[in-house]
């Protein structure tokens, strides 16, 4: 079974920072894909980075510049999240897309982290 944890959410003001991770654990043969989400209350959940195989990262426009994401090791994900604002407050969530060491795909998703933007 594929797991997903995220860590590091937490309560920052505005313009501070954060770093959030993210753990990969199980049966895997190779991850292909690894990304960051978030959704906000009474919104839908929204990409914030992408991160493919090849190494190319895509983010949101609503955070380019100010967070950047980076695979520190095969099986976790970092996001550094700068120059917070209040509308970056959501739940963030890692999915990761690969495949098993036995057979078949996954697609797998944490279970969020909760990060609020507040004075």
């Known amino acids: 079974q594929v797991q997903v944890v995220e860590s590091g959410g937490g309560l920052v003001q505005p313009g501070g920072s954060l770093r959030l991770s993210c753990l990969v654990s199980g049966s895997i043969a190779s991850i292909n894909a690894m990304g960051w989400y978030r959704q906000a209350p009474g919104k839908e959940r929204e990409l914030v980075a992408a991160?493919?195989?090849?190494?190319?990262t895509n983010y949101s426009d609503s955070v380019k510049g100010r967070f950047t994401s980076s695979r520190d090791s095969p099986r976790t994900l970092s996001l550094q999240m700068n120059t917070l604002k209040p509308e970056d407050t959501a739940v963030y969530y890692c999915n990761a897309v690969g495949r098993r060491a036995t057979a078949g795909l996954f697609n797998a998703w944490g279970q969020g982290t909760q990060v609020t933007v507040s004075s």
């Open positions: 991160l493919t195989s090849g190494g190319t």
